[in-house]
């Protein structure tokens, strides 16, 4: 039995709104229906900082079962100069996982973004991947790394603006 956890952050500025979790019923993979789990988060829309800071949204799902996937999106981060942003998801178990550091250049947004370990193009790929990032793409970190951990405690979604000199033009 598979068990697929999405976390579906948005909103205004940065947010974390919801957590579906598909969990398949029936006898075996042949038989399997997905059910879906939606948990709220409370605390967004949330102001990123123009540098210098770091603002997380907490989200709690209360289900506990084995995960066996997990994916983000769709991501909805306005901001400008998204190259800044260094962003992490960190789960109940004390796992951190890198979704995306500088990535984007001079460029703006993330509108519907969906980060899932198989997708065809990475989000660091600045071939195929720009901003505003718009469409599925795999993390830079794996995803896969919260497989076989808890889903129930609290969630946080980690945006981080480091130290850097103000660019012109923000």
Known sequence: MKLTMLLWPAAAGVGLATLLAFLPLGGGPSSAQDTCLVYSS???PKDIPAINGTVTSTLT??????????????L???HTWVADLQVHLNSPDNVRVELFTNVGDDRDDFVGTVLDDAAAESI?????ASAPFTGTFSPEGMLSTFVGGASAGSWQLEIRIPNVPAKWGR
């Open 42 to 44: 409370t605390d967004i």
């Open 124 to 128: 660091g790929n600045t071939a195929v």
């Open 76 to 78: 909805n981060i306005t």
């Open 61 to 74: 799902v209360t289900d506990s079962f084995t995960l066996t996937d997990v994916n983000v999106g769709p």
